[in-house]
T-cell receptor, first 111, second 115 residues
């Protein structure tokens, strides 16, 4: 399967500012998943997007899947220190269900 | 309902030794995936197993690495004759069903350090 590219690699924000990370693929995606990994922790599933143009919200987090199903974004409104961590997007590696992860965007929040 | 269990959490080995990493999936999950994460990197798929079967090992190095998921007991990732480049965090994940798409539940990982 093709890789997914994530930008930016790092993002430093002041608490209260917004944050967005982008995930791009050169090929059409059947679905995209987002995970969060706290420092020293393990990936935790956030959401899965399947439909073209889909938008899902979880409190201050907004997830989008592009119309062409080649890109996705995660937007956090009014960041808090609890949002610190690395956010990964992941695509299917094939029909077996293994995941291909992007390199992640590491978010730091200054109080 | 206990989550995915991995042990040990930290493992230190000298070059040439063997490392054995264990993973117990969530109750009711029969699909196990192993991933490796280098510092400041994303996770790289290694192998996908069901009970007593290796389904996909396309991400596994051809030599020194092996995995199993016996009928009874945890899944085991074995690394023989470890080298410094094997130092990484190894995560296993489980899911109730195989195939795509599916949410994967990750264990806390085993941090392997090779001296």
């Amino acid at each position: 399967g093709q890789q997914v590219m994530q930008i930016p690699q790092y993002q430093h924000v002041q608490e209260g500012e917004d944050f967005t990370t982008y995930c791009n693929s050169s090929t059409t995606l059947s679905n995209i998943q987002w995970y969060k990994q706290r420092p020293g922790g393990h990936p935790v599933f956030l959401i899965q997007l399947v439909k073209s143009g889909e938008v899902k919200k979880q409190k201050r987090l907004t997830f989008q899947f592009g119309e062409a199903k080649k890109n996705s974004s995660l937007h956090i409104t009014a960041t808090q220190t609890t949002d610190v961590g690395t956010y990964f997007c992941a695509r299917d590696g094939g029909s077996q269900g293994n995941l291909i992860f992007g390199k992640g965007t590491k978010l730091s929040v200054k109080p | 309902n206990a989550g995915v269990m991995q042990n040990p959490r930290h493992l230190v080995r000298r070059r040439g030794q063997e490392a054995r990493l264990r993973c117990s999936p969530m109750k009711g999950h029969s699909h196990v995936y192993w991933y490796r994460q280098l510092p400041e990197e994303g996770l790289k798929f290694m192998v996908y197993l069901q009970k007593e079967n290796i389904i996909d090992e396309s991400g596994m190095p051809k030599e020194r690495f092996s995995a199993e998921f016996p009928k009874e007991g945890p899944s085991i990732l074995r690394i023989q004759q470890v080298v410094r480049g094997d130092s990484a965090a190894y995560f296993c994940a489980s899911s109730p069903t195989g195939g795509a798409p599916n949410e994967q539940f990750f264990g806390p990982g085993t941090r392997l350090t090779v001296l």
